[in-house]
């Protein structure tokens, strides 16, 4: 499998203030994203993982070790450009990602910026629009838009030009529930088209989707696999203030409490199931 | 303090192209001592209720009775209805501006007319009671706190001014689940040692059957139905069509063919007992 993003050793330093000892918000992270899959990395508040995710595309550079995407090394200033073609952000505040009165131009803004010719923009805008649900509002004003559909058009700003990868960057944390699935929608179906996708998240309900969970913690990586095999491991989750998902933990207590249902059900279709089977044989 | 609220009506932009009816004929009362959930779709005109009652938006029509005060009424200072009701803001933790915590917190109780010295007692109560530690943290700048203690912070400053009744417009967006649940705790020991009335507003369905004593429910800015949480979430199919969820545990249990409205994880587990005939 062609690997996408390779991140070795990646540590990296804030300083507070000016007579203050530097702090490790990354630790020593490595990985490595495959083309084509789709990761969540979950951790709480200042486990490091906005920080991880500006790391990915050259917004932020590693102290030390290094992280490459598609082969360029985020810290030679002359790959910055082909780093941001190849991997796109969509970052948590949709208010603060658009720059244009309307909608299609500012869909355009990035492909413009990569010096595209004008037909291909248009083409680009058009299939971008299409792919977010969003066509029919192109020559809208984008303030006038709900949080989710505002969302959706910084999504095909990113996805108009094109990246291999798109990281998003707790896309859905200042939406409403309405808007929060129409996001999830979106990006799993440009996982299914093809992209890489990696997603940043505090909802466990969306980490569950990814076919890969990374959990940060403290800057470090405190598991990486499948998302049965990482929520099979809930007291250590609990043991670092995150939640686990809700069908999991329904399934603890039944466990608990004499039911037999299968541990480490993530999903609520495992779960309906599991309890009808033990319906039936009573 | 109980709160009335008679037939409000709200009308932007009256007698322009852009006239929209943000609120029609909302009424319902909520009994003192009572924590009251807000629920809707986003413009369903939450937000423009709340800051009816904080007395920041003069309605068209009807009346807001808070105690034996009409708000509404034309005369009334807002520095009385400050006293009466405190506003939590979305992301509170925005509006945070002073060099150190015990003076933003002391800021609220200042502009009440408080002299320093109880304005800095209202502060060391109001920290406290959010669960910070007053000495540790009073002379820290807010904008160094963690997400979770800044908006603990920002919720202080409202405390300190004692209002009666204490609104909160979406108190739990953003966080991570930790400290969405520490924001939570922090809301219910308010409730405890005051015992005054508090209003939030919520998308989380969780939330609201966990903590709420009521639920109002609006859709297009009109009050659609008001009850307990076993009430209101027993009525599926009315939300669904307005686009609102059920919290999701009660939506599992209905999935799975329990006719009880189950609210919380431990009833689950005993109505899927007595479902599987264990």
Redesign the interface.
Known sequence: MDKVITVENLTFEYT?GENEEPVKALDGVSFEIDKGSFTAVIG???SGKSTLAKNLNGLLVPTSGSVFVEGYDTRDDESIWEIRQRAGMVF?NPDNQLVSSIVEDDVAFGPENLGIDPQEIRRRVDKALEDVNMGEYKDKAPHLL??GQKQRIAIAGVVAMRPEIIIFDEPT??L????RKEIMAIIKELHGEGKTVILIT?F?EEAIEADRVIILNDGKIMLDGTPEEIFRRADEIRAV???IP??T??GD??IS???KVPRGIIR?EE??EA??R??SQ? | MPIKVTDLTYVYDEGMPTEQVALQNVSFQVEDGEVLGIIG???SGKSTLLQHLDGLLRPNSGTIEIGDTDITKHGVSMVDIRKKVGLVFQYPEYQLFEETVEKDVAYGPKNLGLSEEEAAERAREAVTLVGLDFEKIRDRSPF?L???QKRAVAIAGVIAMKPQVLILDEPT???????HDDILNIIRTIHQRTGNMIILVS?NMGDIASIADKVLVMDTGRSVAYGTPLEIFSREEDLKEI?L?LP??TR?CK??GIEETVLT??E??EK??E????
Do not use: W, Y
């Open positions: 507070r709480k508040n200042g948590q709900s949080g944390a200042m409403d529930p309405k808007g505090h466990m203030n995150l939640e809700m069908m933990d329904l207590r039944l409490a004499g039911v609520e779960m309906l309890i009808c033990l319906k009573t | 779709h986003t413009g160094e963690s997400g979770g967006a953003g966080l991570d689940p930790r400290t998308h686009g969820d999701p545990v599992f999935k799975l994880l431990d689950a587990v899927i007992k479902f599987i005939g264990a």
